[in-house]
């Protein structure tokens, strides 16, 4: 067997290299390289360990010929083109846990530098002046800190802040009750939150419901006097309100680690604004958080060019030889299923089950969960795979729970999910055609026979005469093709539900306007 080779092409910790070599992996330690240089000796090498600063590029894909995988030391993988290399076989990989502990601490340091105004005293005091009374300060004890997002970094906050003998409340649609126990939090919605904290502090990825969650609107509901601190991911907070709301005095002060375009312009709103203070992105800058990240991209690597094993991979599920092929469709299936419910019934899960009967019965039972589980986060979690879903579901207590039916049905295979929600259960299943199609067959208790592609329209009504007419009116007025058309109902004159598949997406004033329609219960856009 031939020596596997890896090119190490960012500055790393030495533990690395020292890691491959003890593994008997063929390693180059190669730093600094332009993009062509690197097109030019990408080609001898079966791995490629970077940081943030190679960009693996189409083009560089396209040379890397002997290139199996690629381990991104750290959580960002923005510098990879991962459908380019999805195409040409490439695994990527990254190690997302690896500085969860230096970003939380970061996040508490950027909390007491606010809550003592240090910056602008230390700046003070340097140039000569002793200005100790234009700083009054506020206590962390007793204050009330707002955690958005509770997962592995989240969780760390609240506990170093419970530490500090603070209250904290969390929103996050996956922690459950037992959970916020365990962790000793409050569980709240995204209002009660702003209502409460004196102190927010944001630790969820960046996806299209998160985007702006401190919009101008949520802002003007938070407690007035509150302190905002973001050291997750830029674009959470509507910068341009933030700005008004800390000139206005609503919010007392902000601390940011990241900005929606990095590095800001010279000219950002935000610098020079009152009790506003920032860092160049620090937060996982520490001497720890890059050893470790190190290390587990070394061992990750390793491990799939010596055993094959996957770990932390962003475009791959972990899945035999002789599985794949056998599993593949059913996993297509699990994951828009879950992707489904996700998107549907979303807030306050505690429950998941993942049932099974017919052909399906006897296949590995974890893909398919955890291909479930990819589809249900992925509208949370910008980086959630095969690989790490599973441990995102545990880590927010979510209760998952594998059943296989030992009996006949109506279908050959049958893949059914049910989320529990505060609202009662929410079920959707799926069965495959002959050539290994999916196609959903039940809704909520509803028979409806429906592919699950691209942008979709789901509505549920009361069974009228007249009722679908009006809807494709609506959607033909606004200059949206409809691509499928399916209904499922309970029964005449009973609950009804249709999915409709759209050429485009859904404008939100549509979505309003199909609301007022009369008999109209839910309307939601979806998108597979």
Same mark, same amino acid.
């Given at each position: 067997?031939?020596?596997?080779?890896? #090119? +190490?092409?960012d500055?790393? &910790?030495?533990?690395?290299? *020292? !890691?491959?070599?003890?593994?008997?992996?063929?390693? /180059? $330690?190669?730093?600094?390289?332009?993009?062509?240089? #690197? +097109?030019?000796?990408?080609? &001898?090498?079966?791995?490629? *360990? !970077?940081r943030?600063?190679?960009?693996?590029?189409? /083009? $560089?894909?396209?040379?890397?010929?002997?290139?199996?995988?690629?381990?991104r030391?750290?959580?960002?993988?923005?510098n990879?083109?991962?459908?380019e290399?999805?195409?040409?076989?490439?695994?990527?990989?990254?190690?997302?846990?690896g500085?969860?502990?230096?970003?939380?601490?970061?996040?508490?340091?950027?909390?007491?530098?606010?809550?003592?105004?240090?910056?602008?005293?230390n700046?003070?005091?340097?140039?000569?002046?002793?200005?100790?009374?234009?700083?009054?300060?506020?206590?962390?004890?007793?204050?009330?800190?707002g955690?958005?997002?509770?997962?592995?970094?989240?969780?760390?906050?609240?506990?170093?802040?419970?530490?500090l003998?603070?209250?904290?409340?969390?929103?996050?649609?996956?922690l459950?009750?037992?959970?916020?126990?365990e962790?000793?939090?409050?569980?709240?919605d995204?209002?009660?939150?702003?209502?409460?904290?004196?102190?927010?502090?944001?630790?969820?990825?960046?996806?299209?419901?998160?985007?702006?969650?401190?919009?101008?609107?949520?802002?003007?509901?938070?407690?007035?006097?509150?302190?905002?601190?973001?050291?997750a991911?830029?674009?959470?907070?509507?910068?341009?309100?933030?700005?008004?709301?800390?000139k206005?005095?609503?919010?007392?002060?902000?601390?940011?680690?990241?900005?929606?375009?990095?590095?800001?312009?010279?000219?950002?709103?935000?610098?020079?604004?009152?009790?506003?203070?920032?860092?160049?992105?620090?937060?996982?800058?520490?001497?720890?958080?890059?050893?470790?990240?190190a290390?587990?991209v070394?061992e990750q690597?390793?491990?799939?060019?010596?055993?094959?094993?996957?770990?932390?991979?962003?475009?791959?599920?972990?899945?035999?030889?002789?599985?794949?092929?056998?599993?593949?469709?059913?996993?297509?299936?699990?994951?828009?299923?879950?992707?489904?419910?996700?998107?549907?019934?979303?807030d306050?899960?505690?429950?998941?089950?993942?049932?099974?009967?017919g052909?399906?019965?006897?296949?590995?039972?974890?893909?398919?969960?955890?291909?479930?589980?990819?589809?249900?986060?992925?509208?949370?979690?910008?980086?959630?795979?095969?690989v790490?879903?599973?441990?995102?579901?545990?880590?927010?207590?979510?209760d998952?729970r594998?059943?296989?039916h030992?009996?006949?049905?109506?279908y050959h295979?049958?893949?059914?999910?049910?989320?529990?929600?505060?609202?009662?259960?929410?079920?959707?299943?799926?069965?495959?055609?002959?050539?290994?199609?999916?196609?959903?067959?039940?809704?909520?208790?509803?028979?409806?026979?429906?592919?699950?592609?691209?942008?979709?329209?789901?509505?549920?009504?009361?069974?009228a005469?007249?009722?679908?007419?009006?809807?494709?009116?609506?959607?033909?007025?606004?200059?949206?093709?409809?691509?499928?058309?399916?209904?499922?109902?309970?029964?005449?004159?009973?609950?009804?539900?249709?999915?409709?598949?759209?050429?485009?997406?859904?404008?939100?004033?549509?979505?309003?306007?199909?609301?007022?329609?009369?008999?109209?219960?839910?309307?939601?856009?979806?998108?597979?």
């Open positions: 067997m031939t020596q596997p080779k890896v #090119l +190490i092409s500055k790393m &910790d030495p533990k690395a290299e *020292a !890691i491959f070599k003890e593994r008997g992996i063929d390693v /180059d $330690v190669i730093t600094g390289k332009t993009k062509d240089e #690197l +097109i030019a000796m990408i080609g &001898d090498y079966d791995g490629l *360990a !970077i943030s600063a190679t960009k693996v590029t189409a /083009d $560089v894909l396209a040379a890397a010929t002997n290139l199996k995988v690629v381990g030391a750290g959580i960002g993988v923005d990879v083109d991962i459908p290399a999805s195409k040409k076989g490439v695994i990527v990989m990254n190690t997302p846990f500085n969860s502990i230096t970003t939380a601490e970061h996040a508490i340091a950027m909390m007491f530098a606010l809550a003592r105004q240090i910056p602008e005293a700046t003070g005091t340097q140039a000569g002046k002793w200005p100790k009374n234009d700083f009054m300060g506020v206590e962390l004890t007793s204050k009330t800190l955690l958005i997002g509770c997962g592995n970094i989240g969780s760390i906050v609240a506990e170093r802040a419970l530490g003998r603070m209250k904290v409340v969390a929103f996050d649609p996956f459950t009750p037992e959970r916020a126990i962790l000793g939090v409050e569980k709240a995204l209002d009660t939150l702003l209502a409460k904290a004196d102190f927010i502090t944001l630790h969820t990825p960046l996806t299209d419901q998160t985007r702006n969650i401190l919009s101008k609107e949520n802002l003007a509901k938070a407690k007035k006097g509150v302190r905002i601190i973001n050291c991911r830029g674009g959470l907070i509507d910068e341009a309100a933030l700005e008004a709301a800390l206005s005095g609503h919010v007392a002060g902000a601390a940011l680690d990241v900005f929606a375009q990095e590095p800001p312009a010279a000219d950002h709103p935000l610098f020079g604004a009152p009790n506003f203070i920032c860092t160049p992105h620090l937060g996982a800058s520490t001497d720890e958080a890059q050893v470790n990240v290390i587990q070394a690597l390793s491990d799939y060019l010596l055993t094959g094993g996957i770990t932390n991979a962003l475009n791959v599920p972990s899945l035999s030889a002789e599985e794949a092929p056998k599993l593949r469709p059913y996993m297509s299936l699990a994951e828009k299923l879950g992707s489904l419910v996700g998107q549907l019934a979303h306050n899960l505690t429950t998941i089950s993942v049932e099974v009967e052909a399906a019965a006897e296949l590995n039972l974890k893909p398919i969960t955890a291909a479930v589980l990819t589809g249900l986060m992925r509208r949370y979690s910008d980086s959630v795979n095969m790490n879903a599973p441990h995102l579901a545990r880590e927010r207590g979510l998952v594998e059943v296989r030992d009996r006949d049905g109506d295979t049958l893949v059914r999910v049910t989320v529990a929600t505060e609202q009662g259960d929410r079920s959707v299943a799926g069965t495959l055609f002959s050539n290994g199609d999916p196609r959903l067959v039940e809704m909520f208790g509803i028979k409806v026979e429906a592919d699950l592609d691209g942008h979709m329209l789901y509505i549920v009504n009361e069974d005469p007249g009722f679908i007419g009006r809807i494709g009116t609506a959607l033909g007025e606004a200059g949206l093709n409809i691509g499928t058309f399916h209904l499922g109902r309970r029964d005449a004159g009973g609950e009804a539900v249709l999915l409709l598949s759209l050429d485009s997406p859904m404008p939100e004033p549509l979505l309003w306007q199909l609301c007022q329609l009369p008999g109209v219960k839910t309307v939601k856009g979806l998108k597979f």
